[in-house]
């Protein structure tokens, strides 16, 4: 059994990652793609309503509808 820590994201790195076209979006894709091997991913609920609202607003609302069926 691998001891893996306890990890909370604030929900920009989860924007960038999704919007692409941030300064830090690859490393934020880079960040969260350590989460399985390495953490335990914690987030507070509001994450999911901050990430799929900013997405809604300033990319589209398929892309939040994407990241919302990608977290259920």
């Given amino acids: 059994m691998i ?3 306890t ?3 604030d929900s920009n790195i989860f924007i960038a ?4 076209d941030e300064t830090y979006s690859n490393k934020c894709v880079d960040l969260i793609s350590m989460i399985s091997d390495s953490f ?5 609920s509001i994450v999911y309503q901050e990430v ?3 997405l809604a607003r300033k990319v589209d609302l398929s892309t939040a509808k994407a990241a ?3 977290w259920i």
């Fill in 7 to 9: 990890l909370t994201l």
């Fill in 52 to 54: 799929c609202g900013t």
């Fill in 17 to 20: 990652a999704l919007k692409r």
């Fill in 68 to 70: 919302k069926i990608a």
């Fill in 40 to 44: 335990i991913l914690a987030e507070p």
């Fill in 3 to 5: 001891d893996r820590k």
